[in-house]
């Protein structure tokens, strides 16, 4: 049986609609469209916005609903407006565990990430023990509130175990995905005469680890003529992107761009290495897997998911998300080019375990039980 399918999300699009954010969440959200398209749904997303109408992908509506408000890290207030625009809607999907606090329409899943807690700034968000006790609630009412918790990570469920043992039944474990034809090694030749080229394929933010791997590309470049630093993601807005690119345009081998997903496979098939310095809120990196199955050596850190996906000295480096441990790794790696071969050969074959079929699998038996549907599949090319 299919059904109509109501998704809600924080922002697939900024809230204006004008500019596209080209995230992991964001094309793991376009997958999602695809998959549910196939299994026979019809598909109907909302998001914050100022009352437009996009679409996600082509025949697939994006509403934006008016919102400002996000106490105790919730948003009730577009939950509410969701819950009576989709009433109609079969089935629902809450894109981010926290959405489905205080309601959630019964036949219905939500998404998490990775934890988001870890962030330093939390504390902010709850200062005093009674606004951390009633974020707790919020977050505890949100996961049992649906039939179904997709967690893209181990580290999240191992928290809710050891947090509300009761509530562990409802996570089902489905990593992100690489696709793993368009992701795939490239001849790498002897390097003799050519630099060695670092990529960092995240958005430009604090929580990636913008600071440091700035500070680590500063430091790497003056120190070794024959490295480059590619600076490739996007940042909260124009105003900082111009900035990201008048700072790498005034330091030689430093380069600061954004690409769309589908050339980000050049990127990483021209990288030697590629940095992961996530500081918090991490699941499964898209871009980590995509640097692996692209056979690059990955620097990253022991947060969120990231353990999940690379184990320290075979399949990568695990460092502390510090400008000095990013320096320290990258010249490692620079002076060792049979420890950057071994881990980008291991890198893909981790990478293998982790492609789109096992995704779309893992997310197909979700659905069912939580829908109660068992639809056939049919691939739309």
């Known amino acids: 049986m299919s059904g109509r399918v109501a998704i809600l999300t924080s922002n697939h699009l900024e809230p204006s609609g004008m500019r596209q954010v080209y995230g992991g969440a964001e094309r793991y959200g376009v997958e999602l469209t695809h998959l549910l398209l196939d299994l026979g749904h019809e598909v109907e997303w909302w998001q914050i916005g100022n009352h437009w109408k996009k679409e996600i992908i082509p025949g697939v509506p994006l509403r934006g609903v008016p919102e400002s408000d ?51 700034g939390t504390d902010k968000f709850h200062a005093t023990e009674p606004e951390r006790e009633e974020w707790m609630r919020r977050l505890q009412l949100a996961i049992g509130a649906v039939r179904r918790v997709v967690s893209v990570d181990t580290a999240t469920i191992n928290w809710v175990r050891a947090t509300w043992p009761t509530l562990a039944q409802k996570f089902s474990y489905v990593p992100n995905f690489v696709d793993l034809d368009a992701f795939h090694p490239a001849d790498r030749p002897d390097r003799a005469g050519r630099r060695l080229r670092v990529a960092f394929p995240r958005r430009a933010t604090t929580v990636r680890g913008v600071n440091e791997a700035g500070k680590a590309a500063l430091w790497l470049t003056e120190a070794d003529p024959d490295i480059e630093v590619h600076f490739v993601g996007r940042a909260h807005d124009d105003g900082m992107e111009r900035t990201m690119m008048a700072w790498a345009s ?80 990258t010249v490692r790696l620079q002076r060792d080019p049979k420890l950057r071969e071994r881990l980008g050969r291991h890198a893909r074959e981790v990478a293998e375990t982790f492609g789109l079929d096992r995704w779309r699998a893992g997310w197909t038996a979700a659905i069912e039980d939580a829908f109660g549907t068992a639809p056939q599949a049919t691939p739309t090319g």
Request: one cysteine or more; aromatic letters at 14%.
């Open 250 to 329: 005034s330091h030689d081998r430093l380069f600061y761009y954004w690409l769309p997903p589908h050339l980000m496979p050049d990127l990483y098939r021209h990288a030697d290495v590629a940095w992961i310095p996530s500081k918090s809120s991490e699941g499964t990196s898209l871009a980590c897997l995509e640097a692996m199955a692209s056979g690059c050596a990955v620097i990253t850190t022991p947060v969120g998911g990231l353990p999940d996906l690379v184990q320290d000295n075979y399949s990568g480096l695990l460092i502390e998300p510090t400008a000095r441990g990013l320096y320290e790794a």
């Open 70 to 120: 996000f106490p105790y890290q919730t948003m009730p207030h577009l939950n509410q407006v969701f819950f009576e625009q989709a009433v109609d809607a079969d089935f629902a999907i809450y894109f981010v565990t926290f959405l489905a606090y205080p309601t959630a329409l019964p036949r219905s899943i939500s998404v998490s990430h990775g934890i988001y807690w870890d962030h330093p």
